[in-house]
């Protein structure tokens, strides 16, 4: 990295850190109505850095009615240079249940060199570090190394149809040679990763309805179908004790990783006891039999029940039987599982299972196609050294069990690859109360990517 370079990153710590409490006191959730203030101007926000550092075109780009605006920016000056497509996301999730955060969750904290806040490493911190290691170049040189295309949108947590949509219809705008998304987890501290593939996702809401309302179990109860009753015994029959899926068909393209990659998988430091007790909090690990922890996570299609609504659930008691009862349910996919053909095997199988007296509707909320990427990308190499050199480790390569949605329309619509590098850390409760992200990993991150803009540019 050069020195002017590296001299920014380092005497402009403090400021930076400032910049990114600034954007975690805004309460960007996205899954609720009333926050959509919040939402616009979180992506004002973002819109002001990329001008201020000196990128081209930035635009905050409304959607339908009820969509979050994108924010794009660019700078494709460096003639020769390929193009980066740079994305992250400023929504976050809701932060419920309160009472269980130490400090208030968009009043970020310091503790321990961590920032606690919701949004904190999912996905404001990583954002904020690729737009501070963009700014560096500006200060130092007046100019990027490479061409970077800046898009950041605002429904990651809600399933991204505007970024989606928008991808699919501006190709020839969001043209790039590949794209960088700071968006998951390093393996273990101090251990500089590279995720190479994502599971997809179909998820789902399955209603059960039977009487036109709700009954009176002491007249009806023995002879009305019970809704509540009818879902669980066909949750209970779409999966096994021994954790395999009991859906026809599920696992027809089911394709398996490489013997490299289970190799590699093999050698990193994972303890399944800590990861156990430590990290889920439980006595006994579920799952297929005959696969590795870390394969099961990865690499095996996974189907989980989130939610079960209906009925009466208030403090006392009432006898009713409800009318309707609702599960959300949904299934991780690998490659190279079609989300289409997937729900369709599902919904029959529902249709199937479904109780007499009992009518069942399905429907999609969202879904998207698992992708992995090969290490042996060019891509993938420049990150890697990138991360080694500031970390001063060898970089190790991962799957994630999550799905990022994007980097599928990416590599659809693109056609290019996604190159992930992530700075948080397995116990940083992204999702959960008490949000964090180690700050040293928000300085790195910061240099890795500078320093992957150099690498690219050679």
Known sequence: MSTALFDYYQTNRERHLEGLLQLLRIPSISTLPEHKPDIRRAAEFLANELREMGMKNVEIIA?????????????????????????????VQPADPLEEWVSPPFEPAIRNDNIYARGAVDDKGQVYLLCKALEGFFKTQGKLPINVRVLIEGEEEVGGEHIDEYVAAHPDRLKADAALVCDTEMFAPELPTITTGLRGLVYTELEARAAAHDLHSGQYGGAAPNPMQAL?????RLKGPDGKILIPGFYKRVKKPTAQELASWKRLPFNEKNFMKKEIG???????????????????????????????????????????????????????????????????????????????????L?????????????????????????FKKKTVFMR???????????????????????????????????????????????????????????
């Open 282 to 364: 439980t006595t006994a690990l579920v799952g297929e039999k005959g696969f590795s922890v870390l394969e099961r996570l990865w690499a095996r299609p996974t189907l989980e029940v989130h939610g079960f609504r209906g009925g009466f659930t208030g403090e006392g008691a009432k006898t009713v039987i409800p009318a309707a009862s609702t599960a959300k349910i949904s299934m991780r996919l690998v490659p190279d599982m079609n989300p289409k053909e997937v729900f369709r095997l599902y919904s029959a199988y529902v249709k199937k299972i479904t109780p007499k007296g009992i009518r069942t509707s399905v429907r999609v």
């Open 63 to 91: 959607g339908k009615e009820n969509q979050h605006p994108l924010v794009y920016a660019e700078w494709l000056e460096a003639l020769g240079k390929p193009t980066l497509l740079i994305y992250g996301h400023y929504d």
């Open 366 to 390: 969202s879904s998207a196609p698992a992708s992995v990427v090969s290490t042996d990308s060019r891509w993938i190499a420049a990150g890697a050294e990138a991360m080694e050199q500031v």
């Open 400 to 458: 994630s069990g999550g799905s990022i949605p994007i980097v599928g329309t990416f590599q659809r619509c693109l056609k290019i690859p996604s190159v992930m590098m992530g700075f948080g850390l397995p116990d940083d409760n992204l999702h959960a109360p008490n949000e964090k992200f180690h700050i040293p990993n928000f300085y790195r991150g910061i240099e890795a990517v500078g320093r992957y803009l150099e690498l690219l540019a050679q």
């Open 232 to 236: 669980a015994e066909m949750i209970n």
